[in-house]
């Protein structure tokens, strides 16, 4: 699969709904700058032309026409017609944008400090987004409850929505390209925001259906990455926003390891600071959590 290689994607019609957002756009900022242009030029030439230094009051004729009836009704009647014009295109745009299509497979995406996790409706977890060419899809959002806004932009897409803790938001999209295209964290969240990065993966649908139903054992370093781990500890001794994992696991017994996923604020290490860490208690099953151990265990 070639790998979208353009700045975020944005160059690229990705979905069926970008060329007419993209022209939308480009006709609402060329009357924008005909309106400005309409006015501002004007104005300052008046400004300059009828300025008491080249004009004094002393001069005004007694009878001079201090207003126009007709050319007021024109210049707010215009401006506003087309303005009503930009509105109802605008409005036509975000209705289609917001009205969810109800043939459409639906993902399951949790935002949280600072990952992105993706669930399929066979259960299915990953830390990309993989989606078939050609299909409906409707992403419904949400951040844990003890977590903080996020909000998920596809740029190739033309696609954001906030996602927020405890609720669900919805975006949808259908994708015509093949590729690999950037997916981003637009809402400050924290320290490691600008690591909040992940992609979305456009498959033939034949490809898709294979991976979809494909049976995969994830080993503990993979759930590590999907669970946004890895965006937070180093494998070494560095420190990011928590410890390193290298020699964590050095005279701890299971339990404790165990504890650390379930229960972060359990036991914190010294130096650091309680609910930064989200609890995974009721995200990861005992085996995967298990396999996440076994992993710490091997980083010496």
């Known amino acids: 699969m070639e790998e979208n290689k353009d ?4 160059w690229s019609n990705a979905t069926d709904l970008v060329e007419g957002l993209d022209n939308q756009f480009y006709w609402i900022h060329v009357i924008l700058v005909v309106l400005l242009m309409t006015v501002l030029v004007p104005m300052v030439y008046f ?23 007709p050319l007021e009704i024109a210049w707010t009647g215009i401006p506003t017609a087309i303005l009503m014009v930009v509105f109802y295109f605008g409005y036509d745009s975000l209705k289609n944008l917001r009205t969810m299509p109800a043939d459409a497979t639906h993902i399951k995406v949790v935002g949280k400090m600072w990952s992105w996790t993706y669930e399929y409706e066979n259960g ?33 897409f033309r696609q954001k929505e906030d996602v927020v803790p405890g609720r669900t938001t919805q975006l949808w999209f259908n994708a015509n390209q093949v590729g690999s295209y950037d997916v981003e964290c637009t809402e400050y969240c924290g320290d490691r925001h600008s690591y909040m990065l992940s992609k979305v993966v456009v498959m033939e649908p034949a490809d898709y259906n294979a991976w979809y139903n494909k049976a995969e054992e994830v080993s503990g370093e993979a759930l590590a990455s999907r669970e ?4 937070c ?11 390193g994992f290298a020699g964590m696991s050095e005279g701890k ?48």
């Open 47 to 69: 400004a300059w032309r009828y300025s008491e230094k080249n004009h004094p009051k002393s001069e005004m004729p007694e009878h001079a026409m201090t207003h126009n009836v």
């Open 124 to 156: 299915k977890k990953t830390d990309k987004l993989y989606v078939p060419k050609g299909e409906n899809i409707v992403l419904d959002m949400t951040a844990p409850k003890n977590d903080v806004l996020h909000s998920f932009w596809i740029p190739a």
């Open 228 to 231: 946004g781990c890895l965006n």
């Open 233 to 243: 500890h180093s494998v070494g001794s560095d420190v990011l926003v928590g410890p």
């Open 7 to 10: 700045l975020f994607g944005m």
């Open 253 to 300: 017994s299971n339990q404790y390891m165990m504890d650390a996923i379930l229960n972060p604020d359990k036991d914190i290490a010294q130096g650091f600071y309680p609910g930064v860490m989200p609890t995974s208690k009721g995200v990861l099953s005992n085996e995967e959590t298990q396999a996440i151990v076994d992993y710490l265990k091997t980083i010496k």
